[in-house]
């Protein structure tokens, strides 16, 4: 097995890109092992099912203990939920960045921070212990690098933690620098609950996204029709999520296209499915008809309860375009970049609108969004901008958005229509706003 720093490159991230895929395909490993021991959710979980069948070839000294998930979850300042399984994704994701000559010194900007793991020994051997158990097949873990590619001990998990570009705080890369984002367990309330959710990484230059994988460890692509067929994205949806299976990988490298294909651990006897015919699939949405001029068509992807983004405006926009706003049993995904694949997955007549919701959260964080949109837009023709028509200047470097302030991704052909309206919406809520300070000034003096 030639490790990957050493594989020829047939573009110039194609190492990047083969070490994002397998290094996301580990840590969404990582996920399903602790998914498996909630108690919640070991009941949709068949004994003979291909999650179950990987975990029975574990030796017995080597099984979940029940505990990972259950008694180690805790809510972070921003008041979202953090796991075991948030922590050993981004362990894993980390080490095989850092032992590829290629890329070990690059930044990383990481979701999870150091903190917990300095105070709580207990929560500290438990993520220990999930990385110590999630491994690929032989080919998989020297790709990345053997022994090198995984932290040994504890000491060594906490280095891996070390040195990372904060969410909040000094930020140290400059416009321009090579870095790595990642999200290890995105959607983590959807997660603990059995729907969708999201591992991402992605590299990002001088020029923006370069690379980007996402697994997404709950997508079992339809067994119905061809797998890797483009148009019908109600699969995506959180009540569809597959907890006995491995899901699927999505990858994309810039001008290179976008590919996707299922994920599996190659760890024990499975006659019809091995890394050799696993295979991937050209990712395209380029043959599929645009949607219709007048809007008749399109399909908008939202998530009525997430904590970022209004839908009442997304609904007031469907409104004034005289589309439907979808029904409730077929909204979501929740997760953020899972609505980004369920957008790539349903056609050019797919829309998505995020409207940001004023609070802490009005000003968005990198990781929720890079890495997807390199993919939708390697994946067909794609356009995605800010609600004010602004590109996401990802080449900054910031682990915060802030120059950019909302989201709109659609086909190029209704982009400016979606644009224009939602301009008229912001003039009319600045007006709104005026008119309101006036009042209050004017009932002030008198």
């Known amino acids: 097995m030639v490790p990957l720093d050493d594989q020829p490159s047939s573009s110039e991230y194609a190492a990047a890109r083969n070490l994002a895929e397998l290094a996301v395909e580990r840590a969404s490993l990582a996920t399903k092992r602790?998914?498996?021991?909630?108690?919640?959710?070991?009941?949709?979980i068949h004994p003979e099912s291909p999650l179950s069948r990987y975990l029975k070839s574990q030796t017995p000294d080597r099984q979940c203990d029940g505990t990972w998930a259950s008694l180690n979850k805790f809510l972070k300042d921003d008041k979202s939920v953090v796991t075991v399984a948030d922590y050993a994704a981004q362990a894993l994701l980390i080490a095989a960045i850092r032992a590829s000559e290629k890329f070990k010194n690059d930044k990383i900007i990481a979701e999870e921070s150091i903190e917990r793991l300095r105070s709580d020994p207990e929560f500290r051997r438990r993520v220990f212990e999930v990385v110590e158990l999630t491994k690929l097949d032989n080919w998989g873990e020297?790709?990345?690098?053997?022994?090198?590619?995984?932290?040994?001990?504890?000491e060594e998990l906490l280095k891996l933690f070390e040195g990372l570009v904060p969410k909040r705080g000094p930020q140290t890369i400059r416009?321009?620098?090579?870095?790595?984002?990642?999200?290890?367990?995105?959607?983590?309330?959807?997660?603990?609950?059995?729907?969708?959710?999201?591992?991402?990484?992605?590299?990002?230059?001088?020029?923006?996204?370069?690379?980007?994988?996402?697994?997404?460890?709950?997508?079992?692509?339809?067994?119905?029709?061809?797998?890797?067929?483009?148009?019908?994205?109600?699969?995506?949806?959180?009540?569809?999520?597959d907890l006995a299976g491995f899901g699927c990988l999505l990858s994309a490298e810039r001008c290179q296209g976008a590919r996707v294909r299922r994920m599996w651990p190659g760890t024990f006897e499975e006659k019809d499915l091995s890394r050799e015919n696993l295979g991937s699939e050209?990712?395209?949405?380029?043959?599929?008809?645009?949607?219709?001029?007048?809007?008749?068509?399109?399909?908008?992807?939202?998530?009525?309860?997430?904590?970022?983004?209004?839908s009442e405006k997304v609904k007031e926009l469907c409104t004034r375009l005289n589309v439907s706003y979808p029904p409730e049993q077929n909204s979501g995904p929740y997760a953020s970049h899972m609505r980004n694949v369920r957008a790539i997955f349903g056609g050019r007549n797919s829309v998505q609108v995020r409207w940001p919701k004023p609070g802490p959260k009005e000003i968005w964080d990198i990781h929720d969004h890079v890495g997807t949109q390199l993919i939708y837009r390697e994946s067909g023709p794609g356009?995605?901008?800010?609600?004010?028509?602004?590109?996401?200047?990802?080449?900054?470097?910031?682990?915060?958005?802030?120059?950019?302030?909302?989201?709109?991704?659609?086909?190029?052909?209704?982009?400016?229509?979606?644009?224009?309206?939602?301009?008229?919406?912001?003039?009319e809520e600045k007006e709104k706003k005026k008119s309101s300070a006036t009042n209050v000034l004017v009932n002030g003096k008198r």
């Not at 068509?297 to 939202?302: E, G, Q, S, W, Y």
Request: aromatic share 6%.
């Open 142 to 154: 020297k790709a990345l690098g053997g022994s090198s590619a995984r932290p040994n001990n504890e």
């Open 282 to 310: 050209l990712l395209s949405r380029n043959l599929l008809p645009p949607p219709a001029a007048d809007l008749s068509n399109v399909l908008f992807v939202d998530s009525p309860t997430s904590p970022a983004s209004l």
């Open 383 to 427: 356009k995605v901008t800010d609600l004010r028509g602004k590109t996401f200047d990802f080449a900054k470097g910031q682990s915060r958005l802030t120059d950019n302030w909302g989201l709109v991704m659609a086909d190029p052909s209704i982009h400016d229509t979606l644009i224009q309206k939602l301009e008229e919406m912001l003039n």
């Open 34 to 44: 602790v998914l498996a021991t909630i108690p919640s959710l070991q009941d949709k």
């Open 175 to 241: 416009k321009g620098d090579r870095f790595w984002c990642m999200d290890p367990v995105d959607g983590t309330s959807r997660y603990l609950t059995g729907g969708q959710y999201a591992v991402m990484l992605a590299l990002v230059d001088g020029e923006g996204e370069a690379v980007a994988a996402v697994g997404c460890p709950n997508l079992r692509l339809p067994a119905s029709r061809r797998s890797f067929d483009i148009g019908d994205d109600d699969f995506v949806l959180d009540s569809n999520a």
